[in-house]
């Protein structure tokens, strides 16, 4: 069965300080991984992955693929409380399908 | 920007009575999708949908769930004899093609209450 597995599931940080979300899949006809952030309501986009080893990076987010192990970090640095949201990861097969994570919630404190 | 609109953002319903939940995806996209968001959970996938049919459906969307699009613009979930259960943010979602750069881009969601 295809999943989706990100941890930590909660991580709670002060401002100024650096976090990795880690994103593993088994996901059969793999196509791409992306990652959303999730505030009050949609999801909104923040990277899409296809190769292994290419650095996408957007400020002070970045995140990084390995097709051989897996898995997927997405890393964000010098955080502010504006970052506070639930990061998902999300997988996409072939078959036009897209499987969530449970997502990681981060609290950024003053 | 373009947005994927989805109404109504709220929807308060009796259980046994059907819902008809309405999106209208980005105007150039081709592939539609919709999934849910129990309060707590995990975002769920529902349903794919191109070329005027289903092309992909998860375990959850079964014969009480059906979607269409009936003018070419409007694309519907239809929820029949809503459970308690079915509670839940659903998103619609859409993207351009197979090989989109950008992503899925999601409506802000319709909140459906089961009482």
């Known amino acids: 069965e295809d999943k989706v597995v990100q941890s930590p599931l909660s991580l709670v940080v002060h401002e100024g300080d650096t976090v990795t979300l880690n994103c593993s899949y088994e996901v059969t006809n793999f196509r791409s991984l992306l990652w959303y952030k999730q505030e009050k309501k949609a999801p909104t986009f923040l990277f899409m992955l296809t190769s292994s080893g290419i650095e996408k990076k957007s400020g002070r987010l970045s995140s990084i693929l390995d097709k051989k192990e897996l898995f997927s970090i997405l890393n964000i640095t010098a955080t502010q409380t504006g970052d506070s949201a639930i990061y998902l990861c999300?997988?996409?097969?072939?078959?036009?399908?897209?499987?969530f994570g449970a997502g990681t919630r981060l609290t950024v404190k003053p | 920007e373009p947005e994927v609109t989805q109404t109504p953002s709220h929807q308060v319903t009796q259980m046994g009575q059907e819902v008809i939940l309405r999106c209208v995806p980005i105007s150039n996209h081709l592939y539609f999708y919709w999934y849910r968001q129990i309060l707590g959970q995990k975002v769920e996938f529902l349903v794919s949908?191109?070329?005027?049919?289903?092309?992909?459906k998860s375990e959850i969307f079964d014969d009480q769930f059906s979607v269409e699009r009936p003018d070419g613009s409007n694309f519907t979930l239809k929820i029949r004899s809503t459970k308690l259960e079915d509670s839940a943010m659903y998103f619609c979602?859409?993207?351009?093609?197979?090989?989109?750069?950008?992503?899925?881009?999601f409506g802000s969601g319709t909140r459906l209450t089961v009482v």
């Open positions: 979602a859409s993207r351009e093609g197979p090989t989109m750069k950008y992503g899925y881009t």
């Open positions: 949908f191109y070329n005027n049919e289903i092309s992909e």
């Open positions: 999300a997988v996409e097969a072939y078959n036009n399908d897209m499987r």
